[in-house]
């Protein structure tokens, strides 16, 4: 008896050249779709370095409202020849979609958490190409979740180190030109989430690339996903996503009877300096 052996995803090695080449040959487009959101990012950090934090919050809050709107303009990018404006036109036409299936993707990822954990790391590499699904293949919500599930099923370990080891790369170029770049603006915070956001130029696109060639990688492993109707356990994900609100509304509401009943609990004291608590936050170095 012969036995098949199992197709290997594509190396790290490979993953970072390939993605690394398609970055550059759609540099250009890239750099401006990622630019529109990095821009309004950019002006709430230079009015929060001269100006009251209030002020900043509304260019910033704009700027995370296009940049959730670029991921999918992005891909469209990397996907052919469109260029910055087309690419946007197209997420914008597809905004309704796109919103339910991420917040269809989080609430059920956030449901997998409230189940001790493991389950919502599961769910969250399962369901980590279901928006290149979305933009490419044109499944949407729970659908595109199953077909995500299906290309990773029988090689979740090799994409969850691959995730890793770019998460990784990714922290070290940030926490090394976070430490210069908050060394030059004096330790400031919004000096150090302006330096963040420049970087985001960069690696946002990049990181698009990245997944992108690697879910290509899996598609070619698995090429009769693609044109097979997604099975799987559609009513345990929506199950998930149920307890995902629940368990967010619970949390919630815990929160409100905290602040109402034990105040001081949640106020952090004054007589601690902020350095105490500085390992604990996820901005830049200061």
Known sequence: MVVKKQAKVISIRDLFRESWSLYRERVGTLTKIIL?????????????????????????????????????????????????GEAYRMAWKKIWSYGWLTVLSG???????????????????????????????GDKGVNALLKSRE??????????????????????????????????????????????????LVIAPLAIAYFYVLYGSLKSLKPEVASQPPAGPRGFFYFSAVLGVLGLIALMVLFLIGALFFPGALEQPSTLPLSDFSPYQLDLPQ
């Open 36 to 84: 529109l959101p990095v821009a309004f990012l950019v002006a709430g950090d230079l009015l929060g370095l001269f100006a009251p934090s209030g002020l900043a919050s509304l260019p910033a809050f704009i700027g995370t409202i296009i940049s959730l709107l670029s991921y999918l303009a992005l891909i469209f990018a990397l996907r052919g020849s469109v260029q910055f």
């Open 151 to 200: 290309y990773v099923r029988g090689y979740w370990w090799p994409v969850f180190g691959r995730q890793i080891v770019f998460v990784l790369a990714v922290l070290v170029v940030v926490l090394v030109l976070g430490s210069i770049g908050s060394a030059l603006t004096g330790g400031d915070e919004a000096g150090s989430n302006l330096v963040g956001d420049l970087l985001a």
């Open 107 to 137: 609430f059920v990822t956030l449901g997998g958490f409230f189940m001790l954990v493991i389950p919502g790391i599961v769910f969250s590499i399962w369901f980590m190409f279901a928006i290149y699904i979305f933009a490419i293949e």
